[in-house]
């Protein structure tokens, strides 16, 4: 281009070779952190909801001080952990169970299909009717929001293993604990994991839920709505954030673990 | 073996035709599965009629399947369980609108520019993860609790999965269909109509059907926590006035829906994979 034409001049350096790769994710949340800034800095909003990040960073340093951000991330996290642990412990033995024995898949699959078609938030007012506000109300209900995944893809995942693997089994003449361990488990853990992996991002969005609608204790998501109620933005941006990260944090962990324990399967 | 002993014996008995899995064997089948399948539901409706009339629990914590059962055909006759319903429906589809345009309009940002897609969508995947009701008391500051929050955080909801499927599916565009088409000389317009359009649909779709599912369950959400009318409200009101089988019906209803949506989504998009199967 011969005539500068202003437009493709300062495109010029968003173009893929201006800057390196690795630092080309970093340059929206820069940009947004520094609009941000300058927003704050040019000291033309005057709203009070409009908060500086420097004062969504002194908000982390004084919850971090008091005590309160770590006593809700800790609260929410054992809650979280508990759910998912539970649910998902009992998804992958039914869904193991049922996976391997046709007649049993066949008694129970049709009413579990029916449950899980509740929308799983819709499960809170019964919930809180029956087990309260407190811890025992949420973590029941994290282990339902954990338990469906786990549950639906650990059987489809047990029911997939292909026929001539079991049928390799039987010539061998391996007894069925043979068989599950080293046939089964070895050709589901792919569809397991996922169930696994959806269990925990679930789980997270079901503490999340249950501590707004259950409004019993502390936890991020109390953290949140009293900063809501209170108009208190730098502590709604601060939980956003804290929430964002940590069920980023699951992903990749999960995304983590599924790549380690399948490994094998890429030699 | 019941052959006949003077013909020859090297031949296997005179098999029976092999029996064609007949229409009746098949029908014995179905059935037997789903009595095998009702035995459980049977059981557990025996159990609740009678933890219910054997009083095991208070009546407002347990109520008895006729109980809920005459709630329903009551709200059903009354109209509002139809009203209700249809203000939650319409909150799904407008946030359907506003969350698969915005969805859509990313996604083919995200599959037709490198640029974009180095740039933006590291930032999209990690705030993809962030789990939609987090954005909710940022929500309630800005818009309050009045019809905008629904269709916002609902909208949020469907917004992901449409840009990542519209991006994959314009990613998974196969590149020869791209080099004919510019052998061809077709337009922009053209390539988009006639091959980018055609080869992503299935799974346009297949984003579709996940937003429609996850805004269901947003809906839900947003309803318990603020809404004086809906589906979700519907359970808020029978959870306050103490009247679970209001919170059952809701519940039964809630479910319904969400099968009803996921089958029809999911028949439709068996009808373009059909297309597709056929097209080579």
């Given amino acids: 281009m011969t005539s500068p034409n202003r437009t493709s001049s300062w495109l010029r350096y968003l173009h893929p070779a201006a800057v390196p790769p690795a630092l080309r994710g970093w340059v929206l949340p ?65 869904g193991t169970a049922l996976g391997l024995f046709r007649l049993a898949e066949n008694i129970f699959n049709p009413t579990l299909n029916a449950f899980k078609q509740v929308s799983i938030f819709a499960w809170v007012p019964l919930i809180s009717l029956w087990f309260g506000l407190g811890d025992l109300a949420k973590i029941a209900f994290i282990a339902l929001a954990a338990f469906w995944p786990a549950f639906i893809n650990t059987l489809a995942a047990v029911r997939g293993v292909p026929k001539e693997l079991v049928e390799v089994a039987r010539v061998l003449g391996w007894n069925r604990q043979q068989l599950v361990r080293r046939v089964v488990l ?70 983590g673990v599924e790549r380690y324990f399948t490994r094998w399967q890429r030699r | 073996m019941s052959a006949d002993s003077s013909t020859a014996v090297i031949l296997p008995a005179p098999a029976r035709p092999v029996p064609a899995p007949s229409r009746l064997a098949g029908w014995l089948v179905k059935t037997s599965h789903v009595l095998v399948g009702a035995i459980v539901p049977l059981l557990l409706l025996a159990l609740w009629q009678h933890a219910a009339s054997a009083h095991w629990l208070p009546a407002q914590l347990l109520p008895s399947p006729a109980l809920v059962y005459a709630s329903f055909i009551d709200l059903w006759q009354s109209g509002d369980l139809t009203s209700n319903l249809v203000i939650s429906l319409k909150r799904v589809g407008w946030s359907l609108l506003l969350g698969g345009g915005a969805g859509l309009v990313l996604g083919v940002l995200f599959g037709f520019s490198r640029r974009a897609r180095a740039y933006l969508y590291p930032t999209f995947e990690v705030v993809a993860q962030f789990p939609v009701i987090g954005w909710i008391p940022l929500l309630i500051i800005f818009v309050g609790i009045g019809e905008p929050l629904k269709v916002l955080a609902i909208s949020l909801a469907v917004i992901v999965p449409v840009t990542v499927q519209t991006t994959k599916g314009i990613a998974q565009v196969p590149r020869p269909l791209l080099d004919v088409a510019r052998v061809y000389r077709f337009s922009l317009p053209q390539v988009i109509t006639r091959v980018v359009l055609p080869s992503a649909l299935p799974t346009l779709f297949n984003g579709l059907r996940q937003a429609v599912m996850q805004a269901w369950l947003a809906l839900v959400f947003v309803e318990l926590l603020a809404a004086g009318e809906g589906v979700g409200y519907l359970m808020v009101w029978g959870r306050q006035l103490l009247q679970l089988d209001l919170v059952v019906v809701a519940m039964i209803l809630i479910g319904m829906v969400g099968v009803v949506l996921d089958r029809a989504l999911a028949l439709i998009e068996n009808r373009l994979q059909r297309w597709r199967r056929n097209a080579f």
């Fill in chain 1, 30 to 94: 820069a940009l947004i952190l520094f609009l941000w800034w300058a927003g704050y800095a040019s000291g033309r909003f005057t709203n009070p909801l409009f908060v500086s990040p420097g004062k969504v960073v002194d908000a982390a340093l004084e919850l971090i001080r008091t005590g309160t951000l770590w006593q809700a991330l800790s609260a929410s996290l054992t809650r979280d952990l508990a759910g998912f642990a539970i649910g998902t412990l009992a998804g992958l033995a039914l």
């Fill in chain 1, 186 to 255: 070895p050709a589901a853990l792919p569809g397991i994991f996922s169930g696994v992996y959806l269990a925990l991002i679930y789980a997270w969005l079901a503490t999340l839920g249950s501590e707004y609608l259950l409004t019993a204790g502390t936890g991020i998501g109390n953290l949140l709505t009293d900063g809501q109620e209170q108009f208190r933005m730098d502590y709604v941006l601060l939980g956003v954030i804290l929430v964002g990260l940590i069920g980023y944090g699951f992903t990749a962990l999960a995304g």
